[in-house]
Nanobody, 115 residues
Framework: QVRLVESGGGVVQAGGSLRLSCAAS????????MGWYRQVPGKQRELVAS???????NYGDAVKGRFTISRDNAKNTIILQMNSLKPEDTAVYYC?????????WGQGTQVTVSS
């Protein structure tokens, strides 16, 4: 089994920054990609950022230029640095690990940006 532990969510004022981390453990042997998605009630889960095993990054249009994803392969950990946060960034953020075309999700961490 694969376990994902997320941390770093919280409440921040608009314009502020937060840093999310996701540590993977368990039966990990070939990670294809890791990333972050977010979801608000009544809407579909959307891509925030992802990073492949080759460190190719991909960002959702809403966060380009403000968020940065990075990866520590030795620790099976990804970091999402979120700057210039906006109230519309408020959501539950979920960590994703893709291994051999199977997806594993974290439990989610709440990010709230106040105006």
């Amino acid at each position: 089994q694969v376990r994902l532990v997320e941390s770093g969510g919280g409440v921040v004022q608009a314009g502020g920054s937060l840093r999310l981390s996701c540590a993977a453990s368990g039966n990990i042997f070939m990670i294809n990609a890791m990333g972050w998605y977010r979801q608000v009630p009544g809407k579909q889960r959307e891509l925030v950022a992802s990073i492949s095993s080759g460190s190719v990054t991909n960002y959702g249009d809403a966060v380009k230029g403000r968020f940065t994803i990075s990866r520590d392969n030795a620790k099976n950990t990804i970091i999402l640095q979120m700057n210039s946060l906006k109230p519309e960034d408020t959501a539950v953020y979920y960590c994703l690990l893709r291994q051999l075309n199977r997806d594993y999700w974290g439990q989610g961490t709440q990010v709230t940006v106040s105006s």
